[in-house]
């Protein structure tokens, strides 16, 4: 006897929230979409897990990747304001050795 067909990944929540809902029971769903108890088992733990780490997390703060991003954009922010100082001396400097420039009237 083979394995039984894989269910797709977008059709696993449905399964499971049926059975959160109590639609129908873990054992009517295996029956139904021909897979173990076991399997709708561990989804729905899985399901509920994933769904209490997102919402720890979304009580937490920023993610890394989003600190991350803002320490680059403060870096760069920096790195911009430096450079546009030091282009202000260097025009300032051609400024005193060749004279007012034409373009600054």
Do not use: C, D, Y
Not at 13 to 19: A, D, G, K, Y
Request: charged letters at 30%; a positive charge.
């Amino acid at each position: 006897m083979g394995r039984p067909p894989s269910i797709p990944a977008e059709k696993k929540p449905r399964i499971v929230l049926s059975v959160l809902a109590g639609e129908m029971s873990i054992a009517e769903a295996a029956r139904k979409e021909k897979v173990s108890e076991q399997s709708i088992g561990r989804w729905k733990a899985e399901f509920v897990e994933a769904g209490k780490t997102a919402l720890v997390a979304g009580r937490s703060g920023p993610s890394s990747r989003e600190e991350q991003l803002e320490a680059e954009v403060a870096e760069l922010t920096q790195a911009l304001g430096e450079a546009h100082l030091e282009a202000r001396v260097w025009k300032k400097s051609a400024e005193g050795r060749l004279g007012p420039s034409r373009t600054s009237r």
